[in-house]
């Protein structure tokens, strides 16, 4: 019984975590403009970063989306 409960939990927050995961997508994109006034940066802090090769990811075009600037600021943070 408790082995039941203790996958049900584990499902529960896998769950969670899905959810969580699935209602930051699709929010747009941005700009370096945008993506460096997100982040609380500025554009030359964001060019610096790509130049060594780091850094939030980019599209070919050159935009952002929010989902990997907020992944970047979380990693960033730790």
């Not at 082995?3 to 209602?23: D, G, S, Y």
Request: aromatic content about 8%.
């Amino acid at each position: 019984m408790l082995e039941v409960q203790f996958e049900l939990t584990r499902l529960r927050e896998r769950v969670e975590q899905l959810e969580r995961r699935h209602a930051r997508t699709n929010r747009g994109r941005t700009n370096q403009r945008g993506a460096a006034q997100y982040l609380g940066r500025s554009r030359e802090y964001l060019r610096q970063l790509h130049l060594r090769g780091e850094g939030p990811r980019r599209a070919a075009d050159g935009s952002y989306s929010y989902d990997d600037l907020d992944a970047f600021a979380e990693q960033d943070a730790a």
